[in-house]
């Protein structure tokens, strides 16, 4: 068996064992619900049904990445404003950044720049970025995010970069060739697919994702996704119009 058929048979493993999963999770979180609702806020129980409900999170996490990582259906590409990607994945993780005290900037290139993209896969892969160099960061570190058009290549093939870099404590050079591997994971709580996915999706989306250390610390994730093209646009709009 080839490394190729091997891949595909994992693959198809792991999506049954995840959809196996799903349905009595499902149930076990519904029950968990009710019972939560049902204990008082003082009663000293109330923490072991906090924490069931928490390892039902997690879980689910790492079912869904599962799912993610081996599903092989084609993203859902439609118009998006790159900025408000970026921005939403932020608000999503605004309350674990203010607990770290870690200052963001966001250094957005103006007007904003769009892409065709599967806004959900593409947010799910900043969210992944982002909550990496939360944990990679002690309190107080700084989040710098630089948003710009790439003009290095020919027009046709102009891209976005998007760069993410952290203050954190960064990594060895063998991290940085082995983190983008499925299941690669140096935290105890960790399933090591929170790049695989995104550099799946990233690829998905014929753009590039890569990891680099930073002169002083920490580490700067960089996307580059294919930026819109007004002149194939037109002719999608052409054909949908049935012109
Ligand atoms: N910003 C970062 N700074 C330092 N190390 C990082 C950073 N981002 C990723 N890594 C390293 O890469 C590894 C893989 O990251 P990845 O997101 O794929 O998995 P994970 O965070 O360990 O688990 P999860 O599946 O929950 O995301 C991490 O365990 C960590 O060692
Ligand atoms: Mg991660």
Redesign the pocket.
């Known amino acids: 068996m080839n490394e190729t058929e091997k891949f595909v048979i994992l693959g198809r493993m792991s999506a049954m064992l995840a959809h196996e999963i799903r349905n009595p999770l499902a149930g076990i979180s519904a029950v968990t619900q009710v019972l939560d609702g049902k204990i008082d806020r003082k009663d000293p129980r109330k923490k072991y049904v906090t924490l069931i409900m928490k390892e039902i999170d997690r879980v689910n ?1 790492i079912v869904h ?1 599962l799912l993610d990582y081996t599903r092989d259906s084609r993203p859902y590409f439609a118009k998006a404003d790159i900025s408000s990607l970026i921005d939403k994945a932020l608000a999503t993780l605004a309350e674990e950044l203010e607990r770290k005290r870690i200052q963001v900037d966001r250094k957005y290139e103006s007007p904003s720049l769009w892409i065709r993209a599967d806004q959900d896969d593409i947010e799910r892969v900043f969210n ?1 970025i982002i ?3 939360i ?2 960061m002690e309190e107080s570190g700084r989040l710098t995010i630089n948003v710009r058009r790439d003009r290095a290549g020919d027009e046709l093939l102009e891209s976005v970069e998007i760069a993410f870099a ?1 203050t ?4 060895d050079l063998q ?1 940085l060739a082995e ?1 983008f591997s499925p299941f ?4 105890t709580r ?7 996915v995104s550099s799946k999706v990233v690829e998905e989306h014929r753009g590039r994702m890569d ?1 680099a250390r930073n002169k002083d610390r ?2 700067t ?1 960089t996307v580059s996704l294919p930026v819109e093209q007004p002149r194939s646009d037109t002719n999608i709009d052409k054909h949908q119009q049935g012109a």
Request: with cysteine; glycine share 20%.
């Open positions: 996490k990445d992944n909550t990496n160099a944990e990679a952290d954190g404590r960064g990594c991290d983190m690669y994971s140096t935290k960790g399933t090591g697919l929170g790049l695989a990891a920490g580490l994730f």
